[in-house]
């Protein structure tokens, strides 16, 4: 096995699902239409860009799906995943086949993007992840809250931080405004903080999104005296989400980093 296929299977087992995009951007080569070839290579899908292509020894290891365009002209995504037989080898546990999510795919690719940015964030920082549950897989739930994730950041020191994370492709505030306002009573009572033994301060409240509404949506929030737990961005219309650490905004619009770095004067917990 190559180095380039080893870094494609490492990648699947992490985030569960990554287009071509998503690859290139981790790293595992540094050439996209490359990427294509060794992913179609290692599927066994025929492909113009790979008409030399080998045939898998065994099971394919891993599986894409194509869905949808995001814009007149714009091609089309195809979704890899890792097939059972690539669960086996890389021993994580999937499903025999993924249940479709055509209707979802988009806020599935951005929901992965905050993963790879947050993980990669870590990384560069001398940080870890502990850990990073999404809606899709894992399916994190306080109560009757579902965020769309919960991850947790530890630094050298032993000091964590726990986020709970929204993403909106809504094109209205309504829903969104809704969903974030339910948080208020769960974050009255620590019961996020409770639900995942969090005891190294207030859970940071994440609203992404990918639509020009965040600022309509902030006016419409009525969020008292927890507004300080909550973290607003726009998403780029294409490709990742940037800097995790930086470029958020407060409910009132004000510019802010999540929290302090290591070695910063102010407090661990910006919250």
Same mark, same amino acid.
């Given at each position: 096995?190559?180095?380039?296929?080893?870094?494609?299977?490492?990648?699947?087992?992490?985030?569960?699902?990554?287009?071509?995009?998503?690859?290139?951007?981790?790293?595992?080569?540094? %050439?996209?239409?490359?990427?294509?070839?060794?992913?179609?290579?290692?599927?066994?899908?025929?492909?113009?860009? %790979?008409?030399?292509?080998?045939?898998?020894?065994?099971?394919?290891?891993?599986?894409?799906?194509?869905?949808?365009?995001?814009?007149?002209?714009?091609?089309?995504?195809?979704?890899?995943?890792?097939?059972?037989?690539?669960?086996?080898?890389?021993?994580?546990?999937?499903?025999?086949?993924?249940?479709?999510?055509?209707?979802?795919?988009?806020?599935?690719?951005?929901?992965?993007?905050?993963?790879?940015?947050?993980?990669?964030?870590?990384?560069?920082?001398?940080?870890?992840?502990?850990?990073?549950?999404?809606?899709?897989?894992?399916?994190?739930?306080?109560?009757?809250?579902?965020?769309?994730?919960?991850?947790?950041?530890?630094?050298?020191?032993? %000091?964590?931080?726990?986020?709970?994370?929204?993403?909106?492709?809504?094109?209205?505030?309504?829903?969104?405004?809704?969903?974030?306002?339910?948080?208020?009573?769960?974050?009255?009572?620590?019961?996020?903080?409770?639900?995942? /033994?969090?005891?190294?301060?207030?859970?940071?409240?994440?609203?992404?999104?990918?639509?020009?509404?965040?600022?309509?949506?902030?006016?419409?929030?009525?969020?008292?005296?927890?507004?300080?737990?909550?973290?607003?961005?726009?998403?780029?219309?294409?490709?990742?989400?940037?800097?995790?650490?930086?470029?958020?905004?407060?409910?009132?619009?004000?510019?802010?980093?999540?929290?302090?770095?290591?070695?910063?004067?102010?407090?661990? /917990?910006?919250?």
């Amino acid at each position: 096995m190559t180095p380039t296929e080893s870094a494609i299977l490492e990648a699947l087992a992490t985030y569960r699902f990554l287009t071509t995009e998503q690859f290139l951007r981790l790293g595992v080569a540094k %050439n996209a239409r490359y990427i294509q070839q060794v992913l179609s290579d290692m599927s066994g899908l025929k492909s113009k860009e %790979n008409s030399r292509q080998r045939v898998p020894d065994g099971p394919a290891l891993i599986h894409g799906i194509e869905y949808g365009r995001e814009g007149t002209g714009a091609r089309i995504h195809r979704y890899w995943h890792l097939t059972a037989a690539g669960g086996d080898y890389m021993s994580v546990t999937v499903p025999a086949e993924p249940a479709d999510f055509k209707a979802t795919h988009l806020h599935r690719r951005r929901v992965i993007d905050l993963h790879i940015a947050a993980r990669e964030w870590a990384h560069q920082h001398d940080q870890r992840m502990e850990f990073f549950l999404a809606d899709f897989w894992e399916k994190p739930k306080i109560q009757r809250l579902q965020p769309d994730a919960v991850f947790r950041l530890v630094e050298p020191s032993g %000091n964590a931080r726990l986020f709970a994370a929204e993403v909106y492709c809504d094109d209205g505030a309504g829903r969104p405004t809704r969903k974030l306002e339910r948080y208020i009573p769960y974050l009255d009572t620590d019961a996020i903080e409770k639900k995942f /033994n969090h005891t190294h301060g207030a859970v940071f409240v994440l609203a992404l999104f990918t639509e020009a509404i965040e600022a309509l949506v902030r006016t419409q929030l009525r969020l008292g005296e927890f507004a300080k737990f909550f973290y607003f961005r726009t998403l780029p219309r294409t490709g990742g989400m940037g800097d995790f650490h930086e470029g958020w905004r407060h409910v009132d619009g004000t510019p802010v980093a999540l929290f302090p770095l290591p070695g910063s004067r102010r407090a661990t /917990n910006a919250a």
